[in-house]
């Protein structure tokens, strides 16, 4: 099976639905596709398939086909983009309120601004500090706080996260953790230093594209990200919120 197909999930009306490797789309072919993707959204993609990202711990395919199928039939219709994920986002956030997992932690919450959730945490990696660098149960994160929250974040793009944390989706496989958190760490230092997000984010996106066609650059890369990070102190963050 040719790259970046991995199998066929299942057939949807006259959609078929793939599994993807999409490690190899965001290096290959375009590094914004996160969890899932349409043709009226990523044209690479044939207009009668949905592909949907690996995933190694969830079961999340139900809500992304159905937004998928919203989205494009839409955008098919003329709607820009903006108008279907708008559109989309609402039928499944109303999907996600029904979940079990949902339902596990609904007493728990009553606001984004009360204490996280311990469901949310999944692991802290072996000697993060400052900031820490937890794995976070991405589908539970998207039920509470973000719908569209995909990979990883932080407290300057989300005010739902700890600021001495970064937090990385369990739905990513192990190899592509490093260069997630190095686009993270990197565009976390630049918004402390007074950046706004889409010049961060471009920033982010163009550092890890290069490690990711040159891996032997990621380490040393990730090494002065972490070095800029532990500057962050929590008296700095709270004087320019």
């Known amino acids: 099976m040719e790259k970046p197909y991995l199998r066929k999930l299942e057939d949807v009306g006259v959609f078929e639905i793939w599994e993807v490797d999409g490690m190899y789309v965001r290096s ?130 989300y005010d739902f996260v700890p600021y001495n944390k970064v937090w990385l989706d369990n739905d990513l496989v192990p190899a592509e953790r490093e260069f997630v958190l190095l686009h993270e760490l990197h565009e976390r230092y630049l918004m402390f230093k007074g950046m706004d997000y889409n010049h961060a984010h471009n920033s982010s996106s163009y550092i890890e594209y290069q490690c990711r066609c040159n891996p032997g650059l990621l380490s040393k890369s990730l090494e002065k990200e972490i070095t800029n990070n532990a500057l962050i102190k929590p008296e700095f963050v709270s004087a320019i919120a």
């Not at 711990?57 to 108008?83: F, I, K, P």
């Not at 029904?98 to 919450?109: D, F, Y």
């Not at 469901?119 to 039920?143: A, C, F, M």
């Open 28 to 157: 290959n072919l375009n590094r914004e596709f996160t969890n899932f993707g349409q043709h009226f959204r990523f044209p690479f993609i044939p207009k009668h398939q949905f592909w949907i990202d690996e995933e190694n711990s969830n079961n999340e395919t139900t809500y992304y086909v159905n937004h998928m199928l919203v989205e494009w039939h839409l955008m098919d219709r003329g709607a820009d983009y903006d108008t279907a994920i708008t559109k989309a986002d609402k039928q499944e956030q109303a999907e996600r309120k029904k979940s079990a997992l949902m339902e596990k932690v609904r007493t728990e919450i009553t606001s984004t601004n009360t204490k996280i959730p311990k469901e949310v945490y999944v692991h802290k990696l072996t000697g993060s500090e400052s900031p820490q660098i937890w794995i976070v149960n991405g589908e539970l994160v998207r039920d509470l706080y973000f719908i569209d929250f995909t990979e990883g974040g932080h407290h300057f793009v």
